[in-house]
């Protein structure tokens, strides 16, 4: 990889450098509604936290939350957006807001106002004045209360469509990272999370990179080869996943500037020089497909390019990033009209207006709509399809995760793992795939795994440890058929503490409660923010309930690795106890009777959470 200057750089240090910059700082267009603040904003004091509340502004996406302190009666300087250490995206698609970032006691004013699209912010409501409460060395009670025999629609799984990976070629490397081969441990993650969580699809960078040798130029004639994308397409589908194919990177002989990469591994980012020619490719790759795998492929969805709003993913123009988008799409129609083909994949939920925009006046064909964010939940793109006529579009967020920074500390820990179960829940109904971004710390764009626990993005470590991720995702995997209602109150209720419940076929519950809060400076926990919980299951008296626990002494790696006092990487029996837990434990627990409601009553610390099984009746 090279600089703006032409000296040799290292991959890190260039993405680092250029990661914030936008391919293009156009905003929103003149069709972006100015949208009024939300009304109604409450504010709620807990025990370190403050809970806000609004009514919902149509056509808003999300809601940017500010803050100022308050001194002497008047805020003091000009209100801000709170930033919780997401990285990312701030605004939230909720009508609520935990605040966890203040000082306790200290009297704050907040205001929100309505973001109709990623880069606009519209002007803020009237403020509001709260303090969240000082600690009295005693857990608040949350009470929840579940009927067993309530109706209730069937439960989303926005976890279930799709999963991320590192880039395929991947599964064929039998180099070793940590003294483990990377190949047959990334099939082996892909296969778990299959298996136990029942993830449908992978998505991948780079199915035109060079280490597939798809395409290269001899006495400029274009020849192609799909030979290795036969073989990994192939190992993906005999574990039971299908592939999601990003269209991108470019090939070097087709690329107009073959020096703009991007990862150590050198993904081409520049536009074609010839567009007929990679019009040629996308047609032959999908034919490929269909040719190989049949009406299969019919269902796959074809997504194009990655994060082309980032400079650091697409070295032309926005507008030559729409003529890509345009011929691609086209090529893939060109095939078979019934494949599914859409973008934009972009960073920070931005191109969608612009790309929607532009098709209306290309007529491309969207299918679905891409798009990634990290560190808060998705935002809310169903005011912006409808909006500009695409209401029949699918939302795929291709990418999400706690943090968008490599080699980040909160990716190892149980705060990561309540924030996916936030952010789950919040996109349940909405959208129709939140895809965690990866399976496997067998991940390597800004190099190899340094050690066991570096902060990568994965779901499941080298050596093929479950991290807490996982294990919320294992958890929601265990949710039933029927989503139950929950009524909630006390301290933390239905914001800091938050609940899922579900009834399965056979009758017996599943029951989700967390303590989480966006704020990654929580991220090692605050125990003023722990609670106790008492969840009331009615017309469930008599029945056995087991809880499974997943806090910081219950499935997080990061704590057993430091009582190992593994460091680097682990050594002999090191490894054996690290496997002896990855599964958690269900244990069996004690309830209370009250007419013909069981009581089960918990110690939830921050953060913290406890999935409630309790038997069919």
Known sequence: MTSTND?????RSDWESRIALRSDETGATGGTPVLAPPDGLTAVAGVHHVRLSWSPVPGAVGYLVHRAPVRDGAADGELTPIDHLGGDVLAVPDTWYVDTTGEPGQ???????????????????????????????????????????????????????????????????????GGREIGGELLAALRRIRDEIGVETVRAHSILHDDLGVYREVDGVPVLDFTCVDRVYDLLLSIGLRPVVEIGFMPRDLASDPERTVFEYRGIISPPKD??????????????????????VLGWDFEVWNEANLEVFWSGTREEWMRLYDVTARAVKDV?????????????????????????????PVDFVSTHTYGSPPLDVRPTLERLGFGEARILWTEWGVTPTHF?????????????????????????????????????????????????????????????????????????????????????????????????????????????????????????????????????AGR??????????????????????????????????????????????????????????????????????????
């Open 408 to 540: 980040h500390p909160v990716n190892d820990g149980t705060s990561a793992a309540t924030f996916l179960l936030t952010g789950m829940r919040s996109a349940a109904g909405r959208v129709d795939a939140l895809s965690y971004w990866v399976a496997s710390d067998h991940f390597e764009e800004l190099g190899r795994p340094p050690r066991l626990l570096h902060g990568g993005f994965g779901l499941i470590t080298v050596g093929g440890i479950a991290k807490p991720r996982y294990h919320a995702l294992r958890m929601l995997s265990q949710l039933g058929e029927t989503e139950l209602p929950v009524r909630a109150d006390g301290d933390g209720a239905d914001g800091l503490v938050q609940t899922w419940a579900s009834r399965r076929a056979d009758g017996s519950l599943a029951i989700l409660v967390w303590a989480s809060t966006l704020d990654q400076s929580k991220r090692d926990g605050d125990p003023a923010l722990a609670r106790q919980i008492r969840l009331v299951v009615d017309g469930a």
């Open 275 to 296: 567009w007929d020619r990679w019009a040629e490719l996308v047609r032959a790759l999908v034919a490929h497909l269909l040719d190989r795998y049949g009406e299969e």
């Open 336 to 364: 078979d009209p019934r494949i599914p083909v859409g973008g934009p994949s972009s960073a920070a939920a931005g191109w969608v207006d612009a790309l929607l925009e532009h098709a209306r006046r290309s007529g491309a």
């Open 544 to 617: 056995t309930v087991t809880v499974t626990r997943l806090d910081r002494e219950h499935g997080d790696i990061t704590t057993l690795a430091g009582q190992l006092g593994i460091t680097e990487w682990p050594v002999g029996e090191q490894w054996d106890a690290l496997r002896a837990v990855d599964p958690l434990p269900v244990e069996k627990v004690a309830t209370t009777v009250e007419g013909t409601a069981a009581v089960v009553e918990l110690h939830l610390p921050q953060p913290g959470a406890v999935l409630v099984e309790v038997a069919g009746g």
């Open 7 to 11: 000296q040799p750089v290292d991959a």
């Open 107 to 177: 009297p704050y004013a907040y205001a929100v106002a309505a973001v109709p699209e990623v880069t606009v912010t519209g002007p803020l409501g009237a403020p509001v004045t709260c303090a969240s409460l000082a600690a009295t060395g005693v857990a608040p009670t949350v009470v929840l209360e579940v009927d067993a025999t309530a109706d209730g629609p069937a439960l989303p799984r926005p976890w279930q469509p799709m999963i991320g990976s590192e880039r395929l070629s991947q599964l064929l490397c039998t180099d070793t990272s």
